[in-house]
């Protein structure tokens, strides 16, 4: 299974960015699919995940109402609609497929990743 992550980019504080991640080699519908955050000199921290069926979404507590995660499994990809982004939301974004139904805070139930996008926000 392979993950590619786009739409990163430089915005704005206030602006939006959509991020995508495509999913190849096996069928999305049978993941459940993370995105997580890593700015430089810290951990890599959860942002959201959504469930196989796309019914479910988890977000991080602190980027509720800010962030929203879906999926279309026709087009075998998931995106992270961004909004009111914030100097402090700057960091390479990651996607990840866990063989669950539901997705995770925890990285490790992660079994793929994707290589990242850099969102910069600028102030």
């Known amino acids: 299974v392979q993950l590619q992550a786009s739409g990163g980019g430089l915005v704005q504080a206030g602006g939006s960015l959509k991020l995508s991640c495509v999913v190849s080699?096996?069928?999305?519908?049978?993941?459940?699919i993370g995105w997580f955050r890593q700015a430089p000199g810290k951990e890599r921290e959860f942002v959201a995940a959504?469930?196989?069926?796309?019914?479910?979404?988890d977000y991080a507590d602190s980027l509720k109402g800010r962030f929203t995660v879906s999926r279309d499994n026709a087009k075998n990809t998931v995106y992270l609609q961004m909004a009111s982004l914030k100097p402090e939301d700057t960091a390479v974004y990651y996607c990840?497929?866990?063989?669950?139904?539901?997705?995770?805070?925890?990285?490790?139930?992660?079994?793929?990743w994707g290589q990242g996008t850099q969102v910069t926000v600028s102030s």
């Open positions: 990840a497929a866990a063989g669950s139904t539901y997705g995770s805070r925890t990285r490790s139930l992660y079994d793929y």
């Open positions: 080699g096996r069928t999305v519908s049978n993941y459940a």
């Open positions: 959504v469930s196989r069926s796309g019914v479910t979404a």
